[in-house]
């Protein structure tokens, strides 16, 4: 038998072994640290009676007002909402639903009157929201090229394969390319308030200010040079599929034309879920002494351009003030309440249990 001889420990903790020849094996012994001994200081917490009831209680009365004060801010928003997917036969809207075809040159107009019981104070905020439309479609989410969108002429040119099927015609690139790009909102919606003399007066809609500023000055950007000439900087390439105009006509307002057109803006940054609304226009209030809104009868007038029944989905205008937590939305008051509520409940059963039990252990253990 071959025999081996063994030396003391090294400094750095490893075992050294002499072979024939001279050689030193080295075994796999992990090296002897505090860290990889697992010998580091640990400390972990004893809980107590004295120290869990406490935290329960103290949670709840933080998060219940919290989520009170949330849930009644949230229902302070004054929200109106109207559906206008026609699909019902008596929707003003029905025969341009049921009519729609991607070669009609020309809009369908349909009008619908509504009602506000209560006037909208400040600024209002119009909305488009869409149903059962999945945005958040992997394929769909990457369909888009970021340096096109940025103003690169060589993407301009060249459009990404990311966008394909929908990066060109006829070997003509497509601007902007891709399937996000080509599906975008295209309704127009006006608003108008009857006044009791019968009067139709229009409401001003701003358009801008609608997207967020780092898209607008950050990630979008039109191609070199001025505003004045996007005709020529977009000459040689196409339209996307489902758009009646191309790019740089967008809007007759130079600083929101092109890439840097605020509802294309908007309409790019992708929702989450299938259901969603994305900011249309913002009614600014003028009159310190009147509301943006008068209590009274409106009507919303609608070209109708934009297909919902092929995925069966549908739209909708939304009216909506805000407060500093943004829109309406009592989900995270409701979570407030809930949390706080459950963190009292339990500290108020755990109390009892160490009430009606905790003494006799005590006791048990002292006559032991």
Not at 16 to 30: A, D, Q
Not at 331 to 345: D, E, R
Request: charged share 20%.
């Amino acid at each position: 038998m071959m025999a081996s001889s063994y030396s003391a420990k090294d400094e750095d903790g490893h075992i050294t072994v002499s072979g024939p020849g001279g050689g030193t094996l080295r075994n796999k012994k992990p090296e002897n640290t505090a860290f990889k001994q697992q010998r580091l200081p640990a400390w972990q917490p004893i809980l107590t009676a004295g120290t869990v009831l406490p935290a329960f209680f103290i949670i709840g009365l933080i998060f219940i007002p919290i989520g009170i004060g949330l849930y009644v801010t949230s229902n302070n928003i004054k929200e109106f909402e109207i559906d206008y997917t026609g699909d019902d036969a008596s929707s003003p809207c029905y025969n341009c639903a049921k009519n729609f075809s991607w070669n009609n040159t020309k809009s369908c107009t349909c009008t619908i009157p509504f009602q506000l019981d209560q006037p909208y104070e400040s600024n209002v905020f119009m909305y488009y929201g869409l149903s059962n439309f999945y945005q958040n479609h992997r394929r769909y989410v990457k369909s888009r090229d970021d340096s096109q969108l940025n103003g690169n002429i060589d993407s301009l040119k060249k459009p990404s394969k990311e966008c394909e099927p929908y990066a060109s015609i006829d070997n003509k690139p497509i601007a902007p390319c891709g399937a996000i790009a080509n599906s975008m909102f295209n309704d127009t919606l006006k608003l108008f308030y009857n006044d009791p003399n019968g009067t139709s007066v229009p409401i001003p809609l701003t358009s801008t200010g609608i997207a967020w500023w780092t898209d607008k000055h950050v990630k979008f950007r039109n191609p070199v040079g001025t505003n004045s000439n996007l005709t020529a900087v977009f000459q040689g390439t196409m339209k996307p599929v489902n758009w009646h105009r191309p790019v740089y006509e967008l809007d007759t307002d130079p600083e929101n034309n092109g890439f840097i057109n605020e509802d294309f803006i908007v309409w790019m940054r992708t929702a989450a879920l299938p259901t969603f609304r994305k900011l249309y226009r913002i009614i600014q209030k003028k009159n310190n002494m009147a509301p943006t809104l008068p209590r009274g009868n409106y009507t919303l007038v609608v070209d109708y351009n934009y297909p919902v029944r092929s995925f069966e989905g549908r739209k909708r205008m939304i009216l909506s003030t805000i407060s500093w937590m943004g829109g309406k939305n009592p989900f995270l008051g409701i979570a407030y309440i809930t949390v706080g509520s459950v963190c009292f409940f339990l500290g108020v059963v755990l109390l009892v249990i160490h009430h009606k039990y905790g003494n006799r252990n005590n006791s048990a253990n002292i006559s032991n």
